[in-house]
T-cell receptor, first 112, second 112 residues
Framework: GNSVTQMEGPVTLSEEAFLTINCTYTATGYPSLFWYVQYPGEGLQLLLK?????DKGSNKGFEATYRKETTSFHLEKGSVQVSDSAVYFC???????????FGSGTRLQVQP | EPEVTQTPSHQVTQMGQEVILRCVPI?????FYWYRQILGQKVEFLVSFYNNEISEKSEIFDDQFSVERPDGSNFTLKIRSTKLEDSAMYFCASSWDRDIQYFGAGTRLSVL
């Protein structure tokens, strides 16, 4: 079946540090890939997406590249801020389906 | 900016009781979804709904669950006879197409 694996959290960084959150997936065909973010007390918000191999999604300084050969979609940001503290979810929609399959989420804590 | 609205934010019920969770999707969206997140676990897909019928459902979505779009704006999830293990955060989402799903802030269901 389809699945998404994310690195365990929490990830604790100092402000302006470089962020990587690893995400790998298992799916047949060509899924669409997503990163969602959940701030405290709020719902899931789409952060970025990529729909085909080698696509790069980007938003608010975050980036992720769809790597078909390594089945990965790692999230990166060059300089994190305290306001980036949240839970980040990697997810996919398998080809021909509509359901999002989520990873377990990674909590990011950024300290001033 | 349009948003998905869920009510109530917190629902407390006794085991065996029926509950209805309510959602108002974004007005021009065509696809509607329910997900749930048991505390400490992954966000899990329950059901998707399109053109007044279920288009996809997971193994979790058994006969105890039903969905309805009773009018042009609301989308509801009914649990007929709640169990302790139904305690979770329930998220509604909607989308215009297969790609981006917009989530509500969730309803926390506590079954006592």
């Amino acid at each position: 079946g389809n699945s998404v694996t994310q690195m365990e959290g929490p990830v604790t960084l100092s402000e302006e540090a470089f962020l990587t959150i690893n995400c790998t997936y298992t799916a047949t065909g060509y899924p669409s890939l997503f990163w969602y973010v959940q701030y405290p007390g709020e719902g899931l918000q789409l952060l970025l997406k990529a729909t085909k191999a080698d696509d790069k999604g980007s938003n608010k300084g975050f980036e992720a590249t769809y790597r078909k050969e390594t089945t990965s979609f790692h999230l990166e940001k060059g300089s994190v801020q305290v306001s980036d503290s949240a839970v980040y979810f990697c997810a996919l929609i398998a080809e021909g389906r509509r359901a999002l399959t989520f990873g377990s989420g990674t909590r990011l804590q950024v300290q001033p | 900016e349009p948003e998905v609205t869920q009510t109530p934010s917190h629902q407390v019920t006794q085991m065996g009781q029926e509950v209805i969770l309510r959602c108002v999707p974004i007005s021009n969206h065509l696809y509607f979804y329910w997900y749930r997140q048991i505390l400490g676990q992954k966000v899990e897909f329950l059901v998707s709904f399109y053109n007044n019928e279920i288009s996809e459902k997971s193994e979790i979505f058994d006969d105890q669950f039903s969905v309805e779009r009773p009018d042009g704006s609301n989308f509801t999830l009914k649990i007929r006879s709640t169990k302790l293990e139904d305690s979770a955060m329930y998220f509604c989402a909607s989308s215009w197409d297969r790609d981006i799903q917009y989530f509500g802030a969730g309803t926390r269901l506590s079954v006592l």
